[in-house]
């Protein structure tokens, strides 16, 4: 039988991907004000447990370089092989990058097309422009608390567009997603 503190967290990292898939349904265009918070654990992510969502220590400018430097996002993001700036639109607003991914060993790696749209320090969208993955919608909200850190949610709905099993994918975002929370939270609290 496991442990209360045990039964706790495996409860919680559950409500988080299974708040993650939920979420995934929603379009990450929405003009929302706020995201959907209502699935986040509060005392879990202040604790320091990254599923999906952490608190950084560090001001929103600081996670914002940390999450628009493509070109070193293969340090920290499983599977990305090289990611490089391709243009700016809007007047700066948007960005398009190319991303060369080997996302599974049985897959040949393969190049997509990926655009940021900038709301300055306080989110970024993600969204498909082309390249063989399906769909791949998602938001970076810096939300700034009360005490000075930032709330830091990540929320994305990708479809692969590949022959890969849903289940596989489901795991891979369990444990590649808080992975690529944590290390952004590593990036943006260390010393500039």
Known sequence: ???????????????AVLGLLLLSGRAAGDAADEPDL???DRPLIDSGVVKV????????????????????????????????SLEKLNGGSSELFVQKIKAIFFLPTFEHVFR???????????????????????????????DGATLLVYEVA????????RFFVRATLRRDLPRVVAAVRERAEAPQ
């Open 38 to 40: 209502t699935w986040i």
């Open 1 to 15: 039988m496991k442990a209360p503190a045990d039964r706790a967290l495996f409860a919680a990292a559950r409500a």
């Open 158 to 165: 990708v479809d692969p567009g590949m022959p890969v099993p």
């Open 53 to 84: 969502a952490a608190i950084v220590h560090a001001p929103p400018e600081a996670i914002w370089r940390v999450l628009i430097a493509c070109d070193v996002s293969p340090q920290y993001v499983p599977n990305v092989v090289s990611c490089r």
């Open 116 to 146: 940021l749209d900038y709301t300055p320090y306080r989110r970024i969208d993600v969204h498909r422009v082309s390249g063989p993955i399906a769909q791949l919608d998602g938001s970076w909200w810096l939300l700034q608390q009360r």
